[in-house]
């Protein structure tokens, strides 16, 4: 087939079995745009042997380049060398990287995708290295992409402000939710409630154990609301340890209710999804998120939220959510003290979900990322 474009795009976040934040965007955007492109070649970049299942099509094509790039070293080894070589070969019309690196050293135009500026934000949030490669190469990647999109118009704007990069190169496209989050039977809830809470209602956090999450505050709001309510709710946190969580081990190994408090760690989606479905409440009070997936993973599923006032969260959560002061653990406790004694509240939140969910999707998500892909595309035309 004479394919009218070609696109190479930065697949290192397509890891079997280990879809989080950048790698389901990546994930479901590449999807959309792969099949609903068919007449574009596509070659996925990938760092490592990959799974089939991410070969979405016959216009796609994977390439394998070494080394595997997990270290700050080896990253720019690998885009600096291995990627650019590969470009400077093959010369395909579009870079796309999705995960906030590119190419500095390319000719060929390029689309990147960032998802928050974190780092500049909590410099103590990322290791020593990690930190100042972040710092050093980052804004020269906002600078050199042709065009970049962000998951919010929170860090559009915090792009712009601190790179000083124009408002009108950045494209805002939203993540969504996977179709396996819905609202589930009074059935199925039992059972996961059986499963996992002991029969009980149970307040929900989703991802990451990391110092950013604030999940600390987290566990001594939830020791609070159960000291002032006596009540026999649980909490669950869903999500792998990342780094630096000491401090929630010695949160928690200090509660008076630990036993109320269960650690799944990393879940398969499916269960992920009815653990959403059933919970309560999804309590995300993050100190900081481009976006939060999480919030509309629950919205998806009916299920009221309480979350941050801070960074893209009020932007993702719009009314349906009850936002509060992430550092204040009285305002955390007070949310769910309120949510769990009013039921017309949580049906006001339900409901306003449903309308606030109307702006995510990953159909849109995909559709807004080619968008931002065409506007590239078109101005190298040959």
Same mark, same amino acid.
């Given at each position: ?231 026999? $709710?649980?909490?669950? #946190?869903? @999500?792998? +340890?990342? !780094?630096?969580?000491?401090? *929630?081990?010695?949160?928690?190994? &200090? ?104 702006? $995510?999707?990953?159909? #849109?998500? @995909?559709? +807004?990322? !080619?968008?931002?892909?065409? *506007?590239?595309?078109?101005?190298? &035309?040959?």
């Amino acid at each position: 087939m004479n394919y009218k474009k070609r696109i190479a795009v930065n697949t290192r976040f397509l890891i079997k079995n280990k879809l989080e934040g950048i790698g389901l965007f990546t994930y479901e955007a590449l999807k959309h745009i792969t099949q609903t492109h068919p007449d574009i070649e596509f070659y996925f970049l990938f760092d490592r042997p990959y799974d089939a299942e991410f070969i979405f099509g016959e216009n796609v094509k994977p390439v394998v380049l070494f080394p595997q790039a997990r270290h700050p070293f080896l990253w720019y080894w690998w885009f600096e060398i291995s990627v650019k070589g590969w470009l400077a070969k093959n010369k395909p019309d579009l870079f796309l990287s999705p995960d906030g690196y590119c190419c500095l050293q390319t000719k060929v135009p390029q689309v990147m995708v960032i998802h928050d500026l974190a780092f500049e934000h909590f410099n103590d949030h990322v290791y020593g290295l990690t930190h100042r490669y972040y710092k050093y190469f980052t804004p020269r990647f906002a600078h050199k992409s042709n065009r970049i999109a962000t998951v919010s118009e929170y860090s559009k704007s915090d792009i712009a402000k601190l790179y000083g990069i124009a408002p009108g190169k950045i494209d805002v496209v939203y993540n969504g939710a996977k179709e396996v989050y819905k609202p589930v039977s009074d059935e199925v809830k039992n059972k996961v409630k059986a499963q996992y809470a002991s029969g009980c209602n149970y307040f929900l956090y989703v991802g990451s154990i990391h110092p950013r999450k604030n999940i600390k505050n987290l566990l001594l709001a939830f020791e609070q609301f159960k000291t002032e309510t006596s009540s026999n $709710f649980k909490l669950i #946190l869903a @999500g792998r +340890k990342a !780094w630096d969580f000491e401090d *929630v081990e010695e949160a928690y190994s &200090k509660m008076k209710f630990k036993e109320d408090v269960k650690f799944m760690g990393h879940m398969p989606p499916a269960d992920l999804a009815n653990i959403t479905a059933s919970a309560f409440a999804m309590v995300y009070v993050s100190l900081f998120e481009g976006f939060g997936i999480p919030i509309v993973e629950a919205m998806s599923c009916d299920v009221p939220v309480i979350t941050s006032n801070t960074t893209s969260m009020p932007e993702v959560a719009g009314e349906a959510a009850l936002l509060i002061n992430p550092l204040s653990i009285v305002d955390v406790a007070g949310a769910m003290k309120k949510l769990t004694t009013d039921e017309k509240l949580q049906e006001d939140l339900i409901l306003k979900g449903k309308t606030q969910l109307q702006k $995510f999707s990953w159909q #849109l998500t @995909g559709e +807004k990322l !080619w968008g931002c892909c065409e *506007v590239v595309l078109n101005e190298y &035309k040959e």
